[in-house]
């Protein structure tokens, strides 16, 4: 008995962590499903999961199912990959039609995170600004510049919205210097070098935060304020991130693949939702702003071509289009094996 419980505790939050980013999917599927049943065009199947089916029913012209595989899912449209006689398919319809079924696939992930992040922020009776309120002592930040009812705007030329955006821009920052931009007696005023003790951990340096923000009191404009500022830094930090990767900034250690992020959503919901949240509302974010990227394959690559008939006024010839997201395809398929063998022999080594 005490060998199966061992063994369920040590099970449970891994299946929490592929359901939970089973649901990811499945919102992500289910905004193209809304979007093309209201644009018009045929959905011939809906499904959970892939591999063997499960279970299926239809209900009117879609057949809905649940496969073997919870790994993902799928909204399968007529004429979606080939050419169709329907007039309802999928590759007949108005270019504007489709550029909307596929782009909310992304856009119902990233309205996830934002119900997310107000479910984070809800229990919150304050919240915190980006306002100085006070330093440490022998604080080297107020030596170099910084001054008590600063409003920080820009770390290195980067808009800050919200605290979550200091907290990346407080990293891996060489020598513990920063160019700072404040809000100060209502005018913009740039501090060069302004210089934080630093600290290492697992590699990458981190600014030791030497002053305290001022709190905002919680009230309905202030909650969707806040709600609504913390969204747009999650998206900020993903998209500086994706930036940072390409520029050298962080190294491959720094991706995480289906392993990776399966890991790290089990090790938060050990702890608490209270930790779990959080992170669900980053990997529905980076997922909509990953699936927006035109390349091949992704959502993004689908929405170029879109966009380049919607400009031409003629369709990129189908035979060109396919030939490139199947190349897409399987370049990605190699990178998501390629990270999850990273993160395989990390989680073991």
Same mark, same amino acid.
């Given at each position: 008995?005490?060998? /199966?419980?061992?063994?369920?505790?040590?099970?449970?939050?891994?299946?929490?962590?592929?359901?939970?980013? +089973?649901?990811?999917?499945?919102?992500?599927?289910?905004?193209?499903?809304?979007?093309?049943?209201? $644009?018009?065009?045929?959905?011939?199947?809906?499904?959970?999961?892939?591999? #063997?089916?499960?279970?299926?029913?239809?209900?009117?012209?879609?057949?809905?199912?649940?496969?073997?595989?919870?790994?993902?899912?799928? =909204?399968?449209?007529?004429?979606?990959?080939?050419?169709?006689?329907?007039?309802?398919?999928? =590759?007949?319809?108005?270019?504007?039609?489709?550029?909307?079924?596929?782009?909310?696939?992304?856009?119902?992930?990233?309205?996830?995170?934002?119900?997310?992040?107000?479910?984070?922020?809800?229990?919150?009776?304050?919240?915190?600004?980006?306002?100085?309120?006070?330093?440490? *002592?022998?604080?080297? #930040?107020?030596?170099?510049? +910084?001054? &008590?009812?600063?409003?920080?705007?820009?770390?290195?030329?980067?808009?800050?919205?919200?605290?979550?955006?200091?907290?990346?821009?407080?990293?891996? &920052?060489?020598?513990?210097?920063?160019? /700072?931009?404040?809000?100060?007696?209502?005018? *913009?005023?740039?501090?060069?070098?302004?210089?934080?003790?630093? *600290?290492?951990?697992?590699?990458?340096?981190?600014?030791? &935060?030497?002053?305290?923000?001022?709190?905002?009191?919680?009230?309905?404009?202030?909650?969707?304020?806040?709600?609504?500022?913390?969204?747009?830094?999650? =998206?900020?930090?993903?998209?500086?991130?994706?930036?940072?990767?390409?520029?050298?900034?962080?190294?491959?250690?720094?991706?995480?693949?289906?392993?990776?992020?399966?890991?790290?959503?089990?090790?938060?919901?050990?702890?608490?939702?209270?930790?779990?949240?959080?992170?669900?509302?980053?990997?529905?974010?980076?997922?909509? /702003?990953?699936?927006?990227?035109?390349?091949?394959?992704?959502?993004?690559?689908?929405? @170029?071509?879109?966009?380049?008939? $919607?400009?031409?006024?003629?369709?990129?010839?189908?035979?060109? *289009?396919?030939?490139?997201?199947? &190349?897409?395809?399987?370049?990605?398929?190699?990178? $998501?094996?390629?990270?999850?063998?990273?993160?395989?022999?990390? @989680?073991?080594?």
């Amino acid at each position: 008995m005490v060998t /199966i419980l061992n063994l369920w505790n040590n099970v449970w939050p891994y299946i929490v962590a592929v359901l939970l980013f +089973l649901v990811l999917i499945i919102i992500h599927e289910f905004g193209h499903f809304i979007a093309a049943k209201l $644009m018009g065009v045929r959905v011939n199947e809906f499904a959970v999961g892939f591999g #063997s089916k499960l279970f299926s029913k239809k209900w009117g012209e879609t057949k809905y199912a649940f496969n073997l595989i919870p790994l993902g899912g799928y =909204c399968a449209m007529e004429g979606e990959d080939e050419a169709s006689g329907d007039e309802r398919a999928f =590759c007949n319809k108005k270019p504007w039609r489709r550029f909307i079924i596929v782009v909310m696939g992304a856009v119902f992930n990233l309205i996830l995170g934002l119900v997310i992040v107000a479910i984070i922020l809800a229990p919150q009776k304050t919240f915190t600004s980006t306002v100085i309120a006070e330093f440490e *002592e022998n604080a080297e #930040s107020q030596s170099t510049g +910084l001054a &008590v009812d600063d409003r920080i705007i820009e770390v290195d030329g980067r808009r800050i919205f919200s605290t979550y955006d200091l907290s990346y821009a407080f990293t891996n &920052v060489k020598d513990g210097k920063i160019d /700072i931009t404040v809000l100060r007696d209502g005018k *913009e005023k740039l501090l060069k070098n302004v210089t934080f003790e630093t *600290e290492e951990e697992e590699g990458m340096s981190f600014l030791t &935060v030497d002053f305290k923000v001022y709190g905002i009191k919680k009230t309905v404009g202030s909650y969707v304020k806040q709600t609504v500022s913390t969204a747009i830094s999650y =998206c900020a930090v993903i998209w500086r991130s994706l930036i940072d990767l390409i520029g050298g900034k962080y190294g491959i250690s720094a991706i995480s693949g289906p392993v990776g992020v399966t890991v790290a959503i089990s090790n938060a919901a050990k702890q608490s939702l209270q930790n779990l949240l959080p992170i669900m509302a980053l990997i529905t974010i980076n997922l909509g /702003i990953f699936n927006l990227l035109p390349l091949p394959a992704l959502d993004g690559g689908r929405l @170029l071509f879109i966009l380049i008939e $919607m400009i031409f006024r003629k369709p990129v010839p189908q035979k060109y *289009e396919s030939a490139v997201h199947a &190349v897409g395809f399987v370049l990605l398929i190699i990178l $998501m094996l390629f990270v999850m063998a990273k993160d395989i022999w990390t @989680l073991i080594f």
